[in-house]
Nanobody, 121 residues
Framework: QVQLVESGGGLVQAGGSLRLACAAS????????MAWYRQAPGKQRELVAAISSPSSTNYADSVKGRFTISRDNAKNTVYLQMNSLKPEDTAVYLCEAQLVDESTSLLRAYWGQGTQVTVSS
Protein backbone atom coordinates (compact mmCIF):
# COMPACT_ATOMS: atom_id res chain seq x y z
CA GLN A 1 0.00 0.00 0.00
CA VAL A 2 1.37 3.38 -1.03
CA GLN A 3 1.12 6.52 1.08
CA LEU A 4 2.13 10.11 0.40
CA VAL A 5 2.56 12.34 3.44
CA GLU A 6 3.10 16.08 3.12
CA SER A 7 4.68 18.33 5.73
CA GLY A 8 5.95 21.88 6.11
CA GLY A 9 2.84 23.97 5.65
CA GLY A 10 1.91 26.80 7.97
CA LEU A 11 1.27 30.50 8.38
CA VAL A 12 3.79 32.99 7.05
CA GLN A 13 3.85 36.70 6.31
CA ALA A 14 4.01 37.99 2.77
CA GLY A 15 7.59 37.91 1.52
CA GLY A 16 8.45 34.96 3.70
CA SER A 17 9.47 31.41 2.83
CA LEU A 18 8.29 27.88 3.48
CA ARG A 19 9.61 24.49 2.45
CA LEU A 20 7.18 21.67 1.81
CA ALA A 21 8.13 18.01 1.75
CA CYS A 22 6.23 14.96 0.53
CA ALA A 23 7.45 11.46 1.31
CA ALA A 24 6.15 8.42 -0.52
CA SER A 25 6.25 5.07 1.22
CA UNK A 26 5.02 1.54 0.65
CA UNK A 27 5.57 -1.15 -1.94
CA UNK A 28 6.95 1.17 -4.60
CA UNK A 29 8.77 -0.18 -7.60
CA UNK A 30 9.54 3.11 -9.32
CA UNK A 31 8.42 6.73 -9.13
CA UNK A 32 8.24 8.70 -12.33
CA UNK A 33 6.84 12.23 -12.03
CA MET A 34 6.28 13.96 -8.70
CA ALA A 35 4.32 17.18 -8.53
CA TRP A 36 2.78 19.79 -6.28
CA TYR A 37 -0.71 21.09 -6.87
CA ARG A 38 -2.68 23.65 -4.90
CA GLN A 39 -6.33 24.37 -4.36
CA ALA A 40 -7.69 27.58 -2.89
CA PRO A 41 -11.27 27.89 -1.63
CA GLY A 42 -13.70 28.21 -4.52
CA LYS A 43 -10.99 27.63 -7.12
CA GLN A 44 -9.95 24.71 -9.26
CA ARG A 45 -6.93 22.63 -8.39
CA GLU A 46 -3.89 23.87 -10.31
CA LEU A 47 -0.45 22.50 -11.03
CA VAL A 48 2.26 24.42 -9.20
CA ALA A 49 5.38 22.49 -10.18
CA ALA A 50 6.42 19.07 -11.40
CA ILE A 51 9.67 17.13 -11.61
CA SER A 52 10.33 14.06 -13.69
CA SER A 53 13.09 11.55 -13.26
CA PRO A 54 15.91 12.38 -13.47
CA SER A 55 15.33 16.13 -13.05
CA SER A 56 13.23 17.80 -15.71
CA THR A 57 11.06 20.49 -14.13
CA ASN A 58 8.16 22.73 -15.05
CA TYR A 59 6.39 25.48 -13.16
CA ALA A 60 3.19 27.47 -13.26
CA ASP A 61 3.86 30.96 -14.58
CA SER A 62 2.62 32.44 -11.30
CA VAL A 63 5.43 30.81 -9.29
CA LYS A 64 8.36 30.91 -11.70
CA GLY A 65 11.40 32.50 -10.10
CA ARG A 66 9.93 32.15 -6.60
CA PHE A 67 9.38 28.40 -6.12
CA THR A 68 11.83 25.55 -6.64
CA ILE A 69 10.91 21.88 -6.85
CA SER A 70 13.47 19.16 -6.14
CA ARG A 71 13.50 15.48 -5.28
CA ASP A 72 15.57 12.95 -3.38
CA ASN A 73 15.08 9.64 -5.16
CA ALA A 74 16.82 7.68 -2.40
CA LYS A 75 14.17 8.92 0.03
CA ASN A 76 11.21 8.93 -2.41
CA THR A 77 10.69 12.53 -1.37
CA VAL A 78 9.84 15.69 -3.27
CA TYR A 79 10.35 19.20 -1.92
CA LEU A 80 8.92 22.60 -2.76
CA GLN A 81 10.93 25.60 -1.66
CA MET A 82 8.64 28.62 -1.70
CA ASN A 83 10.19 32.09 -1.46
CA SER A 84 8.74 35.59 -1.74
CA LEU A 85 5.34 34.24 -0.79
CA LYS A 86 2.25 36.27 -1.63
CA PRO A 87 -1.26 36.20 -0.13
CA GLU A 88 -2.50 34.71 -3.40
CA ASP A 89 -0.31 31.65 -2.73
CA THR A 90 -2.65 30.74 0.12
CA ALA A 91 -4.10 27.28 -0.55
CA VAL A 92 -3.99 23.63 0.37
CA TYR A 93 -0.92 22.17 -1.29
CA LEU A 94 -1.17 18.57 -2.44
CA CYS A 95 1.51 16.18 -3.54
CA GLU A 96 1.05 13.79 -6.44
CA ALA A 97 3.29 10.92 -7.51
CA GLN A 98 2.98 8.86 -10.65
CA LEU A 99 4.45 5.49 -9.79
CA VAL A 100 4.40 1.75 -10.23
CA ASP A 101 3.76 -0.25 -7.08
CA GLU A 102 4.12 -3.96 -6.37
CA SER A 103 0.42 -4.64 -5.83
CA THR A 104 -0.73 -3.67 -9.34
CA SER A 105 2.47 -3.32 -11.42
CA LEU A 106 0.63 -0.50 -13.17
CA LEU A 107 1.52 3.19 -13.51
CA ARG A 108 -0.93 5.10 -11.32
CA ALA A 109 -1.26 8.49 -9.70
CA TYR A 110 -1.29 8.70 -5.93
CA TRP A 111 -2.18 11.77 -3.85
CA GLY A 112 -1.36 13.03 -0.41
CA GLN A 113 -3.88 14.55 2.00
CA GLY A 114 -2.56 18.08 1.56
CA THR A 115 -0.97 20.70 3.76
CA GLN A 116 -2.32 24.19 4.37
CA VAL A 117 -0.24 27.21 3.41
CA THR A 118 -1.52 30.58 4.55
CA VAL A 119 0.21 33.82 3.60
CA SER A 120 -0.85 36.92 5.49
CA SER A 121 -0.55 40.42 4.05
Amino acid sequence: QVQLVESGGGLVQAGGSLRLACAASGSIIRIYTMAWYRQAPGKQRELVAAISSPSSTNYADSVKGRFTISRDNAKNTVYLQMNSLKPEDTAVYLCEAQLVDESTSLLRAYWGQGTQVTVSS
